[in-house]
């Protein structure tokens, strides 16, 4: 009976702190219908016939700042560098894990190293060498997203493999694999579920970062979030208006994909910080 | 033998990641730290300085100490309300509660919004809410402050929340159904066993706290940019500004990233050091 009224009470508790957490958004979403002018003084105010513009915001919002170029961007360099990360990194984690030298276990710290050290410390270092090296380009970010991404994948690839017998490696050798069967036909399988972990928290990075693209391709390429920092930086006074719709556009391809692997983002969330 | 034939392999399993891990991150810092003791416009011209850099970031204005001040005093005040606000949540979101699912969803949601987005809703709340009383947010360093604390909670809290649910659904229901039947009450349960039993999760989650509140930046720049006068930037803002706002200066920022490095280096490996030393005890 005490149990029920408590968790009446929690059920109570956890649906007003649920309002209050979905209501920043559903903010924005409302002043993304208003004219902009109507934004600043009410934005807690629904829409009515006189400050109801329509799609007008999403429309001028997606033409000042590139928006769709920035979302076809936004989409290529995540998909292909946590690809990139992903087949890689699962490698050279299994190897340094295997192969026991000197050199592999300072590979090994310097990567684990490279997780706590802020990005300002290498940012403009690295965007000069990105520069002479010709990387400042959707392709070659790509290769600097491998090496900035390496430092957890390795960790948490290796945290895993660590707990693979090697039982079934040597089976798969002897039965005629080489050391590349053996890596992705034996071992790869295995570390899926990591595989999936490592790919989101990548996912959830490279999606959402400001700062390296921007120092990196800014200049030629936008991202999302360079679109819509533009948006608000290099362009006078702000119209609320369109910005209010680029956050909205923003958020949706973030909610799409929470929705479709929720299970999985939840789970790699909660089984990457076991192992951390 | 078998070691040899995986050896073979090292150009197709490692190179790629090496090249990309040495040009990304090795080479960079290591020019940063060599460059910090250096005055310099690119990186060709570099003149060797000693620690005059190290001076300057403290002696030609206050802004680095001030924005270390206030970066410490965020991260304190988030650190502690996001952690206490995860936990008693997972607390709740553990018991047979309906609608849990649905709710450890909506909680979590946030934090997939990058930090540049999350720093402009918050901007239009936070300002609806003072135009009632003639205040935006840059009138006043304490709206920003505040405003940064509750953005940082906003975005942190479902993270830790999944942490600390994973913590304690770990926990065994025979030490819990034991700690009932010998009378323990639910305060008991919560220090002597729930606590206890979740400092893993505690480690972690101090840990992510910390280092995402002390390296804000994204957040940062759009909700206030450090307005007014620079009163609200955090470190790694006073960073950026002092590398590509002022001219002649770019020593004195990487001077200012190196220390930056070191604090926060020093402050995460101390807290896991504690906090890991607490798991081992119990």
């Known amino acids: ?276 | 033998m078998k070691i040899n034939q995986y050896r073979r392999y090292f150009p197709i399993f490692v190179a790629p990641c090496l090249v990309a891990f040495l040009i990304a991150f090795v080479i960079p810092f290591v020019m940063g730290l060599f460059l910090s003791f250096t005055e310099f416009r690119t990186v060709s011209n570099a003149q060797f300085v000693g620690i005059e850099n190290y001076i300057r970031a403290f002696s030609d204005d206050s802004g680095f100490l001030e924005s270390l001040w206030f970066t410490v005093k965020f991260a304190i005040i988030s650190v502690i309300t996001i952690n206490v606000f995860a936990f008693f949540l997972a607390l709740i979101l553990t018991k047979s509660v309906p609608g849990t699912k649905l709710f450890r969803t909506v909680f979590f949601m946030p934090n997939l919004i990058g930090g540049i987005v999350l720093g402009y809703i918050w901007q239009v709340i936070i300002n609806g809410v003072l135009y009632n009383f003639n205040y935006s947010i840059t009138s006043d360093p304490t709206f920003g402050f505040w405003g940064l604390v509750i953005l940082m909670n906003w975005q942190m809290i479902g993270y830790m929340m999944i942490i600390y649910i994973a913590g304690i659904q770990n926990i065994s229901t025979d030490i819990l159904e034991a700690a009932k039947v010998d009378g323990a009450g639910g305060f008991v349960t919560l220090t002597k066993i729930i606590i206890p039993s979740v400092m893993p999760s505690i480690t972690i989650c101090l840990f992510l706290t910390i280092t995402n509140s002390f390296k804000l930046f994204d957040q940062n720049l759009a909700l206030t940019a450090g307005a007014p006068a620079n009163r609200t930037q955090m470190v790694a803002l006073n960073i950026y500004e002092t590398f590509y706002s002022r001219n002649g200066y770019e020593g004195v920022g990487q001077a200012k990233a190196v220390m930056f490095f070191v604090i926060v280096a020093v402050i995460a490996l101390a807290q896991l050091y504690l906090t890991r030393r607490k798991e081992v005890e119990n």
């Open chain 1, 1 to 276: 009976m005490k149990e029920r009224f408590f968790n009446t009470l929690y059920f109570f508790i956890l649906l007003i702190l649920s309002v209050l957490f979905i209501f920043p958004v559903f903010v924005v979403v409302i002043n993304s219908l208003k004219f902009k002018f109507s934004i600043a003084t009410a934005p807690f105010v629904l829409p009515n016939a006189d400050t109801f513009s329509g799609i007008e915001n999403y429309t001028t919002g997606i033409e000042t700042t590139g928006f769709l170029s920035a979302l076809g961007w936004s989409l290529f360099i995540t998909v292909f560098s946590v690809g990139v990360i992903i087949v890689f990194t699962s490698m050279t984690a299994w190897y340094i894990t295997r192969v026991k030298s000197l050199f592999n276990s300072l590979l090994y710290y310097a990567l684990v190293f490279s997780m706590i050290v802020p990005f300002q410390m290498v940012m403009f270092t690295m965007s000069k060498v990105a520069n002479v090296l010709r990387l400042d380009n959707p392709l070659g970010i790509i290769l600097i997203y491998l090496g900035f991404g390496a430092g957890l994948s390795v960790f948490m690839f290796s945290g895993f493999i660590k707990t693979v017998p090697r039982t079934i490696e040597e089976a798969a050798t002897i039965d005629g694999c080489n050391t590349f069967q053996v890596f992705w036909l034996v071992v790869f399988p295995v570390l899926k579920p990591t595989a999936i972990t490592v790919a989101i928290l990548n996912t959830m990075w490279i999606w959402n970062d400001y700062l390296l693209p921007y120092l990196v391709i800014g200049k030629d390429y936008k991202t999302i979030p360079i679109a819509v920092q533009y948006l608000k930086g290099g362009y006078g006074s702000v119209d609320m208006g369109a910005l209010m719709a680029m956050l909205v556009l923003s958020i949706i391809p973030v909610v799409v994909f929470y929705l479709l692997c929720q299970k999985y983002i939840i789970k790699g969330v909660a089984s990457g910080a076991v192992k951390g």
